[in-house]
């Protein structure tokens, strides 16, 4: 089964790797990333790594739409040549939204962790103790970073 999954997963990849997205410009969507452009260079069943600014972000895929046009600059459309450039954080460090919350806490589910793992896995990536998870006050960054532990565990199961 791993074989075939990895099969399927790198002609995906291999289908829509180079493809100009955009980020929608609403919630649950970090300020930092709505509106803006960037390229596909991986995409799961439930997430999509992208290329903004010479960044990768680990990403849900519904937050994605495919860009209109060329928008993006010529550098963007060659990423091999572009230097990863400082994060644009704007943002990053806001609290997240209820509805990202439960979305995080759904991706969770859909691993068939238990709540208490669920809250673990999300501790851990975001770097804090579990006992001091508290979502009025995890940030977008940290969301992110649960995010791409969550599709660490996807791709090893």
């Given at each position: 089964m791993g074989s075939t999954t990895s099969?399927?997963?790198?002609?995906?990849?291999?289908?829509?790797?180079?493809?100009?997205?955009?980020?929608?410009?609403?919630?649950p969507v970090p300020p930092s990333?709505?509106?803006?452009?960037?390229?596909?260079?991986?995409e799961s069943?439930?997430?999509?790594v992208v290329r903004v600014e010479g960044s990768r972000r680990h990403v849900p895929k519904d937050w994605l739409v495919p860009a209109q046009g060329s928008a993006a600059s010529a550098a963007a459309a060659s990423p091999a040549l572009v230097q990863p450039s400082v994060v644009?954080?704007?943002?990053?460090?806001?609290?997240?939204?209820?509805q990202a919350w439960y979305g995080l806490l759904e991706a969770c589910l859909e691993l068939n962790l238990s709540p208490e793992e669920a809250q673990e896995v999300?501790?851990?990536?975001?770097?804090?103790?579990?006992?001091?998870?508290?979502?009025?006050?995890?940030?977008?960054r940290q969301y992110l970073q649960a995010i791409e532990r969550l599709e660490r565990l996807e791709s090893t199961s």
């Open positions: 099969s399927n997963l790198q002609k995906r990849n291999a289908s829509v790797a180079g493809q100009q997205v955009r980020f929608l410009d609403r919630d990333l709505r509106g803006r452009e960037g390229w596909l260079e991986q069943h439930r997430m999509a644009d954080a704007e943002g990053d460090d806001d609290p997240i939204t209820q999300i501790a851990e990536a975001a770097g804090i103790p579990p006992d001091e998870l508290d979502p009025s006050r995890l940030t977008w």
